[in-house]
C-alpha cells in the first residue's frame, strides 16, 4: 500500500510521463515534462527504488560535490506535482525518469499506485522517435490510445501495432488493463539529425498535449530556442548538396500527404489555439508559441569523425532509409541495431506516410 504523506488532495489530476532512453528520440518527450515541472515549479515528492529497477553498468550513477562533500546521485524515477491556477485550477502529476533495465510489470504497478492513491483521472505518456520527416515543416505528432471509447471521444488513433515495444507501450496496457483513461503521444524527429536537444518536436509535444487537456501552457524561450534549432539545421544541410537534396525529397513527399489534412476542422483546431494564447484563455498564463513558429542551434549535430566537423550526415537512400520500407531505429543514436533491427515506426509514432499503429 502506497501511503503519501505531504501531498494535498489534488483537483482533477492527470499523470504526465516520459522516459528517456528508446522511446525518447532527440530527448524530446523527456525534455517536456522538465519543461512543465520547470515552469510550473514542481514538488517531487516520491522517487522509485533505483535498486529494483535499473542495471547501474547500463545506467551508472554520478558523483558530484556539494561543499567538499562527494555525494551521489543514482537514476531512478521521479513524481512531482504541479498546480495550474486560474478560474478552473488543476494538477498535474509529472513522471520522469529513464526506462528501467529489468521488472517493467513491477515498475509500472508501481506507478499505477501512486496514479490511483492520487485519483489520477487519465494517464498521458510522450514519446518521439527518428522517422522520414524534414526540419522544415511541422513536426506530426500522434495520439494513440488502447480505449476504443476514448479514440472516438478525443480524436485519437487506435492502436493495432503488433511488434517490440518499449515502457511506454507497456505502461500504456497496464493502464488499460486497470481501467485508467491512458492516451501516448509521439512525436516525429527528424532521422538525419536525431541528437539532442530538439526543441521544435519538445514544443509540438507540449502543444498537442495543451489540447489534448485543455491547459494552456507557458513555453517561456522554447519557441525561439525552436526556430534557432530550425535555423542551424537549415545552414548544416546547406553545406551539402545530397543533403538538401534530400531534405527537398522529403519536404514534397510530407507536402503531398499533408493536402488533405488541409482541411476545416484541421484549421478550426489552429484558430482556437490562437485564440486561446490571444486572449490568455485558460490555465497556465505564460507567453505563447507554437510549434510551426520555427526550431536550438545550440544542439549538438551530427559529427564527421574524419574532419571534426558538424553536419548531419549523408543521407540513406530514398527507397532503403528509415520509413522507406524498413522499420527505423532505436530513438537514441547510441544504441545498438541497424534500421531494420530497432523499434518499429508505428510502435514510436510512425513517420508521414506510415501512420503510427501503436504507442
Known amino acids: 500500500m502506497i501511503e503519501l504523506e505531504g501531498v494535498p488532495e489534488l483537483i482533477d489530476p492527470v499523470m504526465v510521463a516520459a522516459f528517456e532512453g528508446w522511446n525518447d528520440a532527440g530527448d524530446a518527450a523527456s525534455t517536456a515534462v522538465a519543461h512543465l515541472d520547470r515552469e510550473w515549479k514542481g514538488e517531487v515528492f516520491a522517487a522509485l527504488d533505483a535498486e529494483d529497477y535499473y542495471d547501474f553498468q547500463v545506467n551508472r550513477p554520478t558523483v558530484y560535490l556539494d561543499g567538499g562533500a562527494r555525494k551521489i546521485v543514482w537514476p531512478t524515477t521521479r513524481l512531482s506535482v504541479v498546480r495550474i491556477g486560474g478560474d478552473k485550477p488543476r494538477d498535474l502529476v509529472l513522471v520522469r525518469g529513464i526506462e528501467p533495465s529489468m521488472r517493467w510489470r513491477s515498475f509500472c504497478n508501481e506507478i499505477l499506485g501512486f496514479a490511483h492513491e492520487l485519483g489520477v483521472e487519465m494517464v498521458v505518456i510522450l514519446g518521439a522517435l527518428l522517422g522520414d520527416t524534414p526540419h522544415t515543416r511541422p513536426v506530426p505528432v500522434s495520439g494513440i490510445t488502447s480505449d476504443p471509447a476514448l479514440a472516438r471521444t478525443m480524436d485519437l488513433e487506435e492502436t493495432r501495432y503488433e511488434g517490440p515495444t518499449g515502457i511506454v507501450g507497456i505502461l500504456q496496457e497496464a493502464c488499460t488493463h486497470a481501467g485508467v483513461p491512458a492516451v501516448s503521444l509521439w512525436a516525429a524527429v527528424p532521422h538525419y539529425v536525431s ?165
Open 195 to 359: 541528437q539532442p536537444p530538439n526543441p521544435k518536436a519538445t514544443l509540438a509535444l507540449l502543444n498537442r498535449l495543451e489540447d489534448l487537456i485543455g491547459l494552456r501552457i507557458p513555453l517561456g524561450e522554447l519557441p525561439e530556442d525552436a526556430r534557432a534549432w530550425q535555423l542551424g539545421v537549415d545552414q548544416l544541410a546547406s553545406e551539402d548538396s545530397e543533403v538538401a537534396e534530400y531534405v527537398q525529397t522529403l519536404e514534397e513527399a510530407r507536402d503531398t500527404a499533408d493536402l488533405p489534412e488541409a482541411s476545416g476542422e484541421a484549421i478550426a483546431r489552429e484558430f482556437e489555439r490562437y485564440l486561446r494564447r490571444r486572449d490568455g484563455g485558460g490555465p497556465g498564463g505564460g507567453p505563447g508559441g507554437h510549434a510551426t513558429d520555427g526550431t536550438d542551434a545550440g544542439g549538438s549535430y551530427l559529427r564527421d569523425p574524419s574532419s571534426g566537423r558538424t553536419r548531419p550526415p549523408s543521407p540513406p537512400r530514398p527507397d532503403t532509409g528509415p520509413g522507406g520500407g524498413q522499420e527505423p531505429g532505436p530513438a537514441r543514436s547510441d544504441r545498438p541495431g541497424t534500421p531494420s533491427e530497432g523499434p518499429e515506426a508505428p510502435e514510436d509514432g510512425g513517420t508521414d506516410a506510415d501512420p503510427p499503429a501503436e504507442d
